[in-house]
């Protein structure tokens, strides 16, 4: 058995669509994997490893909820590497449904010098941002909104395709 637990894979499902999952549990004995979709028992011959981007897509979708199932683990891989890369310690990454929210404490600046230092900071994240774009090959041609959340307002930061 060459996967491990938790490996990202792609699980070829019997109707011939392509399913972004990870494997759940690895039985040695019987030679199987249980992926995190339905629980799928599958034999190794049937697992194919992703060795492109932690972000890659279904191929063919026919299934409502392979769709649906695929989009939130893709979010989920977003939202991760937002958290994992974030710069900044004082702002929280979360999600809230379909929208990636950066929240601080920090008060929006009045004085001109801090407004400068204030919109070289949302270039960082907007650049983070834009890293997890150049990753992520747009399948669903759906955005996921992304705001930062100051006390009392709200920035719309740049959306991120998938």
Do not use: W
């Not at 994992?84 to 702002?91: E, L, M």
């Not at 979360?94 to 009045?110: K, V």
Request: glycine fraction near 2%; charge should be negative; aromatic fraction near 10%.
């Amino acid at each position: 058995m060459n996967f491990k637990k938790l490996t990202n894979v792609i699980y070829i499902t019997p109707k011939d669509d392509q399913v972004y999952t990870v494997i759940k549990e690895v039985n040695e004995i019987e030679a199987l994997y249980t992926l995190d979709f339905n629980d799928e028992l599958v034999p190794e011959n049937k697992v194919k490893l992703n060795t492109h981007s932690v972000f890659s897509v279904p191929s063919s979708m026919r299934d409502g909820h392979i769709a649906d199932y695929h989009y939130h683990q893709l979010v989920n891989h977003v939202l991760y590497y937002l958290k994992s890369n974030n710069p900044y310690p004082d702002i929280k990454v979360s999600r809230e449904s379909d929208i990636i929210c950066f929240e601080t404490t920090i008060e929006l600046p009045e004085i001109l010098e801090e407004k400068k230092y204030f919109h070289e900071e949302m270039d960082k994240l907007n650049a983070l941002i834009g890293q997890v774009n150049s990753q992520i090959k747009s399948r669903f041609n759906k955005h996921i909104e992304v705001i930062l959340k100051l006390p009392l307002h709200t920035h719309y930061l740049h959306a991120i395709r998938i």
